[in-house]
Nanobody
Framework: QVQLVESGGGLVQAGGSLRLSCAAS????????MGWFRRAPGKEREFVAT????????YYASSVKGRFTVSRDNARNTVYLQMNSLKPEDTAVYYC??????????????????WGQGTQVTVSS
């Protein structure tokens, strides 16, 4: 069992930055590849990024590539999402998710094993 807790959300002006954190419980964090998703009001959940178990490989949605960076610190059981050049359309609840296998690229949300509760990001214009 893995519990995930996101933090770092908030209100920021367009063009600003935020760093989200996702802290995982348990001693097997490095066994899980991690993903970030988001859900904007009235929209379906959207893939944002993935990172492999070692952190050696990452993958991004085209809408965030070049602006967002996913990283992880396995010693701290934490995965991060650095978000720069934020736009109003980035406004959403952001979720982290864990998969008990490596992920290279995109996999559907239903294939993840554990989810956090989400953190709200609001970007004002």
């Amino acid at each position: 069992q893995v519990q995930l807790v996101e933090s770092g959300g908030g209100l920021v002006q367009a063009g600003g930055s935020l760093r989200l954190s996702c802290a995982a419980s348990g001693r097997t964090f490095s066994s899980y590849a991690m993903g970030w998703f988001r859900r904007a009001p009235g929209k379906e959940r959207e893939f944002v990024a993935t990172i492999t178990r070692s952190g050696g490989s990452t993958y991004y949605a085209s809408s965030v590539k070049g602006r967002f960076t996913v990283s992880r610190d396995n010693a701290r059981n934490t995965v991060y999402l650095q978000m720069n050049s934020l736009k109003p359309e980035d406004t959403a609840v952001y979720y982290c998710a864990a998969k008990n296998a490596d992920i290279y690229g995109y996999i559907p949300a239903r294939e993840y094993n554990y989810w956090g509760q989400g953190t709200q990001v609001t970007v004002s214009s």
